[in-house]
C-alpha cells in the first residue's frame, strides 16, 4: 500500500493472530469430517417446575390443568391448586450418537407460561421423545439458571446438569452394504470442497490397502471395510490420518468487540481508499490526501496490519474492510456479526 494513514481519533488495540498465506497446516481427518449416519439426536417434552417463590404462572389453565393431573396421580384430589409457585415448562435435550441405558445428559428447561423465574425451582419428573414419538430420557431436578457476573439475563430459562438419564439406548447405523455386496460408510465433508475432498480421496487410497475410496453422490466420499477387518481400528486409522485443507477465503468480524479473523488466503486486489478523518501521505513527497491507492494485491493481515500500527481505530478498520467487500476488491466471504 502506498503512503501511510494518519488518525487523529484515540487510538484502540487490535490484534490479528495470521498464518502466514505460505504456511501449511496439517489437519486430522477427525476433525473435518464426520461419519454419515453418525450423529447427535435431539429430544423435547414438557414438564412441570414446583419450588418457586412466588415467580411461577398466575393465571395459565395449563399449569393448573398440569397441576390437577399431576396430584391426581399421586392418589390426591384437588379442584383448584395454586400455581404461582409452579410454571409449565418445554423441556429438551441433545444426546449422543452412542446412548446407553443410564447415561446422564443436559437438559434445558423453559418456561410457556407467564412466569418471572425459574431459579430455586426443581423440575418434576418428565419425559423426553425424540421426533420417532419414543420416551429416550427421563429428566428431574434443580434448575440452575445461566446468568452473567452481575447475575442479569434470563430467568424463564435454565439447565439442569447430569438431569435427564437415559432410558433406551441408540445404536448408530452407518454400515451399508454396496452393490457388489461389500461393507461400506460414507465420510462428509464439515464444510463441502471438492479440492479438499480429493486430497482426501487421493491420501486414502494409498493409506489403505484393499479398500475402495470413492467419491459418492451428494457429496460424500465412499469407504469399503475390508473382510477381517477390526471396524475400531480402521475407523481410528481413517479419523487419525492428516491432510492439508484447501480452506474458504473467509473475514469475521465481530462488530460489537472490533475482533477481525481471516480464515484462508483472504487476497484484496487493486483498490483506492478514502476514509473521513484520515490523511494519507505519499513517501518522498510533500503530498497529503484523504485517499489512499492499493496498486498490487496484498492480504487482509497486511492491510490491517498497516492501519493498525499508524493508529487506525477498529471501527476505520472495519468500515474498510466492508467497503472493500462491496466493491469486489475483497476476496472472500464477508461475515459480520
Excluded at 446468568?147 to 435454565?158: A, F, P, Q, S
Excluded at 454400515?175 to 482426501?200: E, G, P
Excluded at 475400531?232 to 484447501?246: H, L
Amino acid at each position: 500500500m502506498r503512503g501511510f494513514i494518519k488518525k487523529t481519533v484515540p487510538v484502540f488495540m487490535l490484534i490479528m493472530f495470521a498464518v502466514s498465506a505460505g504456511s501449511e497446516v496439517s489437519v486430522k481427518l477427525r476433525n473435518l469430517c464426520f461419519i454419515d449416519g453418525y450423529k447427535k439426536n435431539q429430544l423435547f417434552g414438557y414438564g412441570m417446575v414446583v419450588g418457586l417463590q412466588g415467580t411461577g404462572d398466575s393465571r395459565s389453565n395449563l399449569t393448573k390443568t398440569s397441576m390437577k393431573n399431576l396430584l391426581k396421580s399421586l392418589g390426591l384430589q384437588e379442584t383448584s391448586p395454586l400455581i404461582k409457585n409452579s410454571a409449565a415448562v418445554i423441556i429438551s435435550a441433545d444426546i449422543p450418537a452412542n446412548l446407553r441405558v443410564g447415561d446422564k445428559v443436559d437438559v434445558y428447561v423453559s418456561s410457556i407460561g407467564d412466569a418471572k423465574s425459574l431459579e430455586g425451582g426443581v423440575l418434576v419428573q418428565s419425559p423426553l421423545k425424540g421426533a420417532d414419538g419414543v420416551i429416550y430420557v427421563v429428566a428431574q431436578g434443580r434448575v440452575t439458571i445461566q446468568g452473567n457476573e452481575d447475575r442479569r439475563g434470563v430467568k424463564t430459562t435454565g439447565v439442569i446438569t447430569g438431569g435427564g438419564i437415559a432410558e433406551r439406548e441408540i445404536r448408530p447405523e452407518f454400515i451399508l452394504k454396496t452393490t457388489d455386496d461389500k461393507d461400506a460408510f460414507y465420510l462428509v465433508l464439515n464444510d463441502w470442497n471438492y479440492s479438499t475432498a480429493d486430497k482426501i480421496i487421493k491420501t486414502l487410497q494409498k493409506k489403505l490397502k484393499g479398500s475402495t475410496v470413492s467419491l459418492a453422490g451428494n457429496g460424500r466420499i465412499m469407504i469399503t471395510i475390508p473382510e477381517n477387518t477390526p471396524l475400531a481400528e480402521f475407523i481410528g486409522t481413517i479419523e487419525n490420518t492428516e491432510i492439508v485443507p484447501d480452506m474458504k477465503a473467509t473475514v469475521v468480524i465481530n462488530e460489537k468487540d472490533g475482533t477481525i479473523v481471516t480464515g484462508g488466503n483472504v487476497i484484496i486486489s487493486e483498490a483506492m481508499i478514502s476514509r473521513r478523518g484520515m490523511i494519507i501521505e505519499i513517501e518522498n513527497s510533500e503530498k497529503k490526501q484523504s485517499a489512499g491507492y492499493i496498486k498490487d494485491s496484498i492480504t487482509v493481515q497486511e492491510l490491517v496490519e498497516s492501519l493498525n500500527s499508524v493508529g487506525a481505530g477498529t471501527a476505520d478498520i472495519i468500515a474498510i474492510l466492508k467497503a472493500l467487500k462491496a466493491s469486489g476488491a475483497l476476496h472472500a466471504e464477508l461475515i459480520v456479526r
